[in-house]
């Protein structure tokens, strides 16, 4: 088991900056991965935003490449991923989520909100 939380949200303004964070806690020998999906309003998909492995290779997603930076902490039995989020936009808007992969099946923490104006 894998315990996600995060925090960090809030309500920005267009080209502002805003960082996330997610403590994952537990099970956390074997986690393959570490990462951040957004559910867009109204839509029921989360997309992948950013990911990180536990070596530190990462991928984003087109439309946050060069904007956002996923980066991680980790400790003996946690670790910590940050979203660096930067020059923020609209269309950045949406329930942000926490996820692990411990031996194939996905955790995910309880999401947080990020909401972008102008």
Known sequence: QV????????????????????RASGKMSGVARLGWYRQPPFQRERELVAAISPLGTTNYANSVRGRFTISRDDGQDT????????????????????????????????????????
């Open 3 to 22: 315990r996600l939380v995060e925090s960090g949200g809030g309500l920005v303004q267009a080209g502002e900056s805003l960082r996330l964070s997610c």
């Open 79 to 118: 670790a910590t991923a940050y979203l660096q989020m930067a020059s923020l936009k609209s269309e950045d808007t949406g329930a942000y989520f926490c996820n692990a992969v411990l031996a194939g099946t996905d955790y995910w923490g309880q999401g947080i909100r990020v909401t972008v104006r102008g």
